[in-house]
C-alpha cells in the first residue's frame, strides 16, 4: 500500500473543475444534514515571524463517497520579498477514513484555489439570475483566474470586466482569457455592474458601495479571510439577500466580520448559509430578489471534498509519486 505524493501541478492537472465544483456542492449538502466533523480552525501565531500556522482538519460523508483529510497552512507576508517564497503555503494530508491510511499527501495552495473558486460557482448558481453572461472581479491576482474558469461553469459567461490598481496585472489576466471571453479592465463600478461580481482582494476598507452594483448583480465575497478585512461597504451588506458559508468562521473573519462586531449586522440580516441552499431547505434567488451576496471563508470540508477528486483522478491518471509512507513489514 503507498501515499501518492502530488506537488501543485499534479493538482492542477487532476482539479478537473467541474467535477470539484460538484464535489463541493455535496460537501455543503453533508455539512447542513450534520454529515460531516469540521472542528475550528486552530492557529498558531508566530509574531516573532509576522506570520502563523492554521490547521483545518474535516470528515464529510457524502450520498457517494466519504473522505477525511487536515490541511496545514500559513500566512507569512514577508515571505516574497525576504524569502522569494509564497505568502500562503499549504499541505494536505487525505486519509482514508476507514482505515486512516494516508492515501495522498497533496500541494494544499493550489487545492486552495480549485476549492475557493468552485465555492463561489456554487453560490452563484444558486443565488445570481438565471441568463447571467457578464462576470466582474475586483483584483487580478491568481484568485481571479480561478473564480472565472469556475463560474463560467455553471452560467454562459461571455463579457468579464476585471479591475485592479496594478495594470500590468490587469493586461496579464486579459492576455489570458482573450481568446474565450470578451475581457477588458474596467472600474470598479463598471465590473459591478455586471451580472455577477467576484471580489478577491485582501483590503481592510470598503471598496465596493452600492452604486457600484446593478440592481440585481450577485457578489462573491471572496477577499476577508481575517478579522479587520472589509471588503464591500456595509449597506450593500444589509439591502441584499446575505448567505454566508459558516456562520462561526464569518462572523469572525468574514466579509461579515466588522459590521458584525459594530453590531450593524444581526443574525436577522443573515438569509441562510449556503448549504442550507443546497440541500433545499432555504431558499436561493426567487424572482422579487435584487441583490444578494455570499460571504466565502473557505472551509475545511471543501478542501477535503476537492483533495477526493484530485487523489482518485491522479490514482487513474498514473500522476503523482508513490511512495511508502508507512512500513508495513
Request: with cysteine; charged share 25%; glycine share 10%.
Amino acid at each position: 500500500m503507498e501515499t501518492l505524493l502530488l506537488n501543485g501541478e499534479d493538482v492542477d492537472a487532476n482539479a478537473e473543475i467541474g467535477a470539484v465544483i460538484d464535489a463541493v456542492e455535496r460537501a455543503f449538502t453533508a455539512y447542513e444534514r450534520g454529515d460531516v466533523q469540521m472542528p475550528a480552525k486552530s492557529y498558531i501565531e508566530l509574531p516573532q515571524y509576522n506570520g502563523d500556522f492554521r490547521s483545518m482538519p474535516a470528515y464529510v460523508e457524502t450520498d457517494a463517497w466519504d473522505a477525511a483529510g487536515v490541511k496545514w497552512v500559513n500566512v507569512h507576508p514577508d515571505n516574497p520579498e525576504e524569502y522569494d517564497l509564497p505568502t500562503v503555503m499549504g499541505t494536505l494530508i487525505y486519509s482514508d477514513p476507514e482505515t486512516a491510511y494516508p492515501r495522498s499527501v497533496m500541494d494544499g495552495t493550489e487545492l486552495t484555489m480549485k476549492r475557493t473558486g468552485a465555492a463561489a460557482a456554487v453560490a452563484t448558481d444558486q443565488l445570481a439570475v438565471e441568463d447571467a453572461t457578464s462576470l466582474g472581479l475586483v483584483g487580478a491576482g491568481v484568485q481571479s483566474y480561478t473564480q472565472l474558469n469556475a463560474i463560467a461553469e455553471v452560467r454562459p459567461i461571455e463579457e468579464v470586466v476585471v479591475a485592479d490598481q496594478d495594470a500590468e496585472r490587469v493586461a496579464d489576466f486579459v492576455d489570458a482569457f482573450e481568446d474565450r471571453f470578451d475581457v477588458r479592465g474596467g472600474s470598479i463600478s463598471e465590473a459591478g455592474h455586471c451580472d455577477v461580481l467576484s471580489t478577491v482582494t485582501p483590503v481592510r476598507e470598503p471598496i465596493v458601495g452600492v452604486d457600484d452594483l446593478g440592481e440585481r448583480t450577485h457578489v462573491n465575497a471572496i477577499g476577508a479571510d481575517a478579522a479587520g478585512k472589509h471588503e464591500i461597504e456595509d449597506a450593500v451588506l444589509t439591502g441584499a439577500k446575505l448567505v454566508i458559508d459558516d456562520h462561526e468562521q464569518c462572523t469572525h473573519s468574514g466579509e461579515i466580520n466588522v459590521p458584525w462586531s459594530e453590531g450593524v449586522l444581526g443574525e436577522g440580516d443573515i438569509h441562510a448559509e449556503l448549504g442550507a441552499i443546497v440541500a433545499g431547505n432555504a431558499e436561493g434567488r426567487t424572482a422579487v430578489d435584487g441583490r444578494t451576496v455570499f460571504d466565502s471563508t473557505g472551509l475545511a470540508i471543501q478542501d477535503v471534498a476537492a483533495a477526493h477528486v484530485v487523489y482518485e483522478n491522479a490514482r487513474e491518471n498514473g500522476d503523482g509519486y508513490p511512495f511508502e509512507m508507512v512500513n508495513l513489514d
